[in-house]
T-cell receptor
Framework: AQSVSQHNHHVILSEAASLELGCNYS??????LFWYVQYPGQHLQLLLK??????LVKGIKGFEAEFIKSKFSFNLRKPSVQWSDTAEYFC????????????FGPGTRLSVLP | KAGVTQTPRYLIKTRGQQVTLSCSPI?????VSWYQQTPGQGLQFLFE???????NKGNFPGRFSGRQFSNSRSEMNVSTLELGDSALYLC?????????????FGSGTQLSVL
């Protein structure tokens, strides 16, 4: 069965610090990779996605993620976080063309201190 | 454009009862998927419907069922409720089926089983 792990349960940063959230998945075939974000009191929303091509993908609000196939990783990065980035971040994977049965990671709560 | 609407927002039931949750997708969206979110297990895929047909099903017992109507609205039903069914149930809609489609999530229905 596929699984997704996220390295940190809770990350606390000061504004302007750099962010990297780890995500690893277990699945031997071709996958599609996603990062979703849930801001306090809001719905889950798509941050960025990777299907194929350039392994460095850019998303909304200055976020980017790098797919490293050999490491089964899809880490999320942002060079300088803002207080408004405080949210819960979920990494998700679905086997290619397998529909919408995403496998989500447990989530990482990010708290950015002003 | 209205977002994904889930009703009711909160629900309290007792063990052994059954419950029906409703999801109205964004207008024009034909795919609806359901997820269970708990602090221990995170987000877990329940099932996906597209054009009134179940496309994929997660690893949940048969007590969990769903359906989709011709107007794309979807319901999920849980029979013989157990304490462990207490969770936030999220619905997501998309234009079409498949992992390439962007999911739009609702606010969820918080189910408490006493």
């Amino acid at each position: 069965a596929q699984s997704v792990s996220q390295h940190n349960h809770h990350v606390i940063l000061s504004e302007a610090a750099s962010l990297e959230l780890g995500c690893n998945y277990s699945y031997g075939g071709t996958v599609n990779l996603f990062w979703y974000v849930q801001y306090p009191g809001q719905h889950l929303q798509l941050l960025l996605k990777y299907f194929s091509g350039d392994p460095l993908v850019k998303g909304i609000k200055g976020f980017e993620a790098e797919f490293i196939k050999s490491k089964f990783s899809f880490n999320l990065r942002k060079p300088s976080v803002q207080w408004s980035d405080t949210a819960e971040y979920f990494c998700a994977v679905t086997p290619d063309n397998y529909g919408q049965n995403f496998v989500f990671g447990p989530g990482t709560r990010l708290s950015v201190l002003p | 454009k209205a977002g994904v609407t889930q009703t009711p927002r909160y629900l309290i039931k007792t063990r052994g009862q059954q419950v029906t949750l409703s999801c109205s997708p964004i207008s024009g969206h034909r795919s609806v998927s359901w997820y269970q979110q708990t602090p221990g297990q995170g987000l877990q895929f329940l099932f996906e419907y597209f054009s009134e047909t179940q496309r994929n099903k997660g690893n949940f017992p048969g007590r969990f069922s769903g359906r989709q109507f011709s107007n794309s609205r979807s319901e999920m039903n849980v029979s013989t409720l157990e304490l462990g069914d207490s969770a936030l149930y999220l619905c997501a809609s998309s234009l079409g089926t498949g992992a390439y489609e962007k999911l739009f999530f609702g606010s969820g229905t918080q189910l408490s089983v006493l």
